[in-house]
């Protein structure tokens, strides 16, 4: 087990609301780390909607998802979070009166005073292709994100979908990969319309193939792909040698590890008192869309609400000696000090 990491506040969730606390925690000198599956910031907004607008942030009358997270980490570099990206938290476990040990799936530890769920509808999971038999294959031949491209190094690669995800691997993997062919159900593609057409010249210029139909089986022994089955729209059957698939078909969100930390779950999301938004375990406080409580609507503003009140409890189990004067960031100097504005 490696060293723990220590710090006043963890929380677990990058999305706005997750970010939102940094802010709120650090006016009242509270340091925090966040954790978060995604390899980027920004949860539903990041992942989910990027270029949508959101029409409903107070006194913004029109941001889009990546606009938002983008000025959200603006509003939160004088505080100097730390971010884990691309890890899981698997473990919560109560060390102290409060104080906390987690874990996550990449084996860091870290020891706090105080935790923050933030973790939205729980985790993005890949939704699964409907081909029998594919579970076989699932980590060794097939993957549904790429984290390191140099494992598919001269590979036959199979890409399967018409978003973004499948547009952008494909052009990316292209220049490494032995043969990349790209099968969608239709000859239409909702990815960005650039990285279409480059595709488009790809295939062309004979660099890389195209098949329009649905892959129906997959062959190979032990774990190892040796070719796909694939059936077109013409119904022709037609057999594609591949080590490797990475199908691309979105995301669905799972609650995931949050059900095994000791806390009272209410159908999937964790009831939270409303003066503070602390759950069931004393220290463990949960805001954004994964809390519960009569009234709860599942907006941004919410979420942003109820971080400013976690951070004032919060402050109690950090500083226990010290008392928390309220000050408003208009008017305190030492608050703008903080934000290194005065
Ligand atoms: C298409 C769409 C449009 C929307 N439009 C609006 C709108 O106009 N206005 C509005 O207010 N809201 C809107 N919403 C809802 C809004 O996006 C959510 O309310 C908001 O994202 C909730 O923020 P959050 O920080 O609580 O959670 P999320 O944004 O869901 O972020 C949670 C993060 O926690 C991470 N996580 C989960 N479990 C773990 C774990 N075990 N370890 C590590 N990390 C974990 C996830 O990877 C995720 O990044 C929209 C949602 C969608 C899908």
């Given at each position: 087990m490696s060293e723990a990491i220590k710090t006043d506040v963890l929380i677990i969730g990058?999305?706005?609301?997750?970010?939102?606390?940094?802010?709120?925690?650090?006016?009242?000198?509270?340091?925090?780390?966040?954790?978060?599956?995604?390899?980027?910031?920004?949860?539903?907004?990041?992942?989910?909607?990027?270029e949508k607008p959101i029409y409903d942030i107070p006194g913004v009358p029109m941001v889009t998802g990546h606009g938002l997270t983008e000025a959200l980490m603006e509003q939160i570099k004088p505080f100097k979070p730390t971010f884990h990206l691309g890890e899981m938290v698997e473990k919560v476990e109560k060390i102290g009166d409060p104080a906390f040990r987690v874990t996550t799936d990449a084996g860091k530890v870290f020891e706090c005073k105080v935790v923050v769920i933030a973790a939205g509808g729980g985790s993005f999971?890949?939704?699964?292709?409907?081909?029998?038999?594919?579970?076989?294959?699932?980590?060794?031949?097939?993957?549904?994100?790429?984290?390191?491209?140099?494992?598919?190094?001269?590979?036959?690669?199979?890409?399967?979908?018409?978003?973004?995800?499948?547009?952008?691997?494909?052009l990316n993997l292209h220049p490494l990969a032995k043969r990349i062919t790209l099968i969608h159900r239709?000859?239409?593609?909702?990815?960005?319309?650039?990285?279409?057409?480059?595709?488009?010249?790809?295939?062309?210029?004979?660099k890389m193939d195209l098949r329009i139909g649905q892959i129906t089986g997959l062959e190979g022994r032990d774990g190892r792909l040796s070719s796909a089955t694939l059936k077109g729209n013409d119904n022709a059957v037609e057999t594609i040698a591949c080590e490797t698939m990475l199908p691309f078909?979105?995301?669905?969100m799972k609650l995931g590890p949050v059900a095994e930390w000791g806390i009272a779950l209410e159908n999937n999301l964790v009831p939270v008192e409303t003066s503070a938004f602390e759950t069931s375990v004393p220290g463990i406080f949960a805001i954004g869309d994964i809390n519960t409580y009569p009234g709860k609507i599942k907006l941004i503003l919410c979420g942003f609400h109820e971080g400013a009140l976690m951070a004032q409890k919060a402050h109690r189990y950090?500083?226990?000696?010290?008392?928390?004067?309220?000050?408003?960031?208009?008017s305190s100097s030492s608050l703008q000090k903080k934000l290194g504005v005065s």
């Amino acid at each position: 087990m490696s060293e723990a990491i220590k710090t006043d506040v963890l929380i677990i969730g990058a999305g706005p609301c997750g970010l939102f606390a940094v802010f709120e925690l650090g006016l009242l000198d509270i340091k925090t780390h966040l954790i978060d599956i995604l390899d980027k910031p920004g949860g539903q907004c990041a992942e989910l909607y990027p270029e949508k607008p959101i029409y409903d942030i107070p006194g913004v009358p029109m941001v889009t998802g990546h606009g938002l997270t983008e000025a959200l980490m603006e509003q939160i570099k004088p505080f100097k979070p730390t971010f884990h990206l691309g890890e899981m938290v698997e473990k919560v476990e109560k060390i102290g009166d409060p104080a906390f040990r987690v874990t996550t799936d990449a084996g860091k530890v870290f020891e706090c005073k105080v935790v923050v769920i933030a973790a939205g509808g729980g985790s993005f999971q890949p939704k699964r292709p409907p081909v029998p038999g594919i579970e076989a294959y699932e980590g060794t031949s097939v993957f549904y994100a790429v984290r390191k491209m140099e494992q598919f190094r001269d590979k036959n690669i199979i890409i399967v979908g018409g978003g973004d995800s499948a547009l952008d691997w494909t052009l990316n993997l292209h220049p490494l990969a032995k043969r990349i062919t790209l099968i969608h159900r239709r000859d239409d593609f909702r990815a960005a319309p650039h990285s279409v057409e480059q595709m488009r010249a790809l295939v062309s210029s004979g660099k890389m193939d195209l098949r329009i139909g649905q892959i129906t089986g997959l062959e190979g022994r032990d774990g190892r792909l040796s070719s796909a089955t694939l059936k077109g729209n013409d119904n022709a059957v037609e057999t594609i040698a591949c080590e490797t698939m990475l199908p691309f078909f979105g995301l669905t969100m799972k609650l995931g590890p949050v059900a095994e930390w000791g806390i009272a779950l209410e159908n999937n999301l964790v009831p939270v008192e409303t003066s503070a938004f602390e759950t069931s375990v004393p220290g463990i406080f949960a805001i954004g869309d994964i809390n519960t409580y009569p009234g709860k609507i599942k907006l941004i503003l919410c979420g942003f609400h109820e971080g400013a009140l976690m951070a004032q409890k919060a402050h109690r189990y950090v500083y226990p000696e010290k008392r928390l004067v309220f000050q408003y960031t208009t008017s305190s100097s030492s608050l703008q000090k903080k934000l290194g504005v005065s």
